[in-house]
């Protein structure tokens, strides 16, 4: 983003660093820092919540955060193991084996991966295939491609009947050559994963191969996520829309953006009542860690959540930028009764207020909630950004940060679509959000624009 900077500071009562309602509008980075302070405070509530536990093979793990430090009771790997398809031998046996003398020993009884660990003679070469464990006495393992012959004859398992034949050696051996020893991975008692790392593919197979079947996580955020407006329903079904009615489109919008920054959504739709909005926040402000809105922010007469949240403390300001300029964030003062009490001096609930046009509803969250988000569950905060040219004339307002949508041609080049905040196919089909710097109204053909990949 492209604007200010400005002081962060932990919000208090009457004062979130957003200002004052009638004040200059503020730039896209100053309202992103003022964000920032709020999330903050949300985060904090999430984390007071002791660690969850969940099970190793629950989906729901991948992409969690540990809630600890987690600790191998075993060593790992836990025996002595062959790392090739050979003949574990003793290498002192095989000492003056040459190309023009052989050595020549009797085939041993064979193991393989899962079978229990058998003894070894000395003057033997027991067959042995990867992973399975070294026989006892042994220490070293010969690749059947160096054995004379390269292959394995026909062989029997431990309890399966005696050995046959022998094979020969025409080089020496190292000691512990080929062997895996136990523990040279991770020994008992050491440390697995720290705390606070996020729960990848390969990080969960590391649990899977210690024997951990419950990992406790750390809590995710709790966001409530309310859509106001008396327009709104949700999906209609056969029966179709009522006249005057839309689809409700920011909820499962920002929810599916939430949730794929780790944060667990509750779901409210409240009509234009301060009082629907106040009984929702009644209901759930002891499971939310933030309260996230959408729509009911603007000018026009009737704003529900500027009327239902102003009076606890929530701050609403111009931002500038398009789409997007209306805004809202504050520490919510709640009584301890669960009612709203803007004097309270109980505890607070964190909220963001976006605008209700959908594109200016994601774009919003795109900006000023969801870098922080991701970035607590160990993400990449930030979407990849990089310069590529316009592929025509740009017109731009000269005092906004302007977001427009864009798809890239060919040749490489943003083509840009129209600016309008209602056009949710358009953001749908787009490939890159296109940022169009404060202070710049007019970008000639080829101009270098930075873009982000919305979809990514």
Known sequence: ???????????????????????????????????????????????????????????ELLGRMTGGALVSDMPLPPFDNSQMDGYAVCAADLAGAAPGAPVELQIG????????????????????????????????????????????????????????????????????????????????????????????????????????????????PRVLLCSTGDEITPQAGPGGLAPGRIHDANTPMLAAALRSAAAEVRVVRCDDSPGALRAALRAHERWADLLVTSGGISAGA???????????????????????????????????????????AGPRLPALCFPGNPVSAMLSAELFLLPTLREHAGLPAERPREQRPLAHDAESPEGKLQLRRGTIAPDGRVVLSGPSS???????????????PLGIGFLAENAPVVVWRIHD
């Open 1 to 59: 983003m492209t604007g200010g900077t400005m002081t962060e500071s932990q919000p208090g009562h009457g004062s979130d660093g957003m200002g004052v309602e009638g004040a200059a509008a503020r730039t896209a980075d100053e309202h992103a820092a003022a964000c920032r302070v709020v999330l903050r405070q949300a985060l904090q509530r999430a984390g007071a919540r002791a660690p969850e536990t969940v099970a190793l093979d629950d989906p």
């Open 302 to 344: 009737f704003e529900v959540v500027r009327e239902a949240l102003a009076p606890l403390g929530a701050r609403f300001v111009k931002v500038a930028m398009q789409p997007g300029g209306p805004q809202g964030l504050g520490m919510l003062a709640l009584d301890a009764s669960g009612g709203a009490d803007a004097a309270s």
């Open 422 to 436: 209602h056009l949710l196919r358009g953001l749908a089909t787009a490939e890159v959000i296109a940022e169009i």
């Open 109 to 220: 009884i064979a193991t393989a991966a899962g079978d229990a660990p058998v003894a070894h003679a000395p003057g033997t070469a027991s067959p042995v295939m990867t992973g399975a464990p070294i026989p006892a006495g042994a220490d070293a393992v010969v690749p059947v491609e160096r054995a004379l012959p390269p292959q394995f004859p026909p062989l029997a398992r431990a309890g399966r009947g005696a050995p046959q034949g022998a094979v020969a050696f025409a080089a020496p051996v190292a000691t512990g050559e080929f062997v895996r020893r136990a523990g040279s991975d991770l020994g008992a008692g050491a440390e697995i994963l720290p705390a606070g790392v996020r729960l990848a593919p390969a990080r969960i197979g590391a649990l899977a191969a210690a024997g951990i079947a419950e990992v406790p996580v750390a809590p995710r």
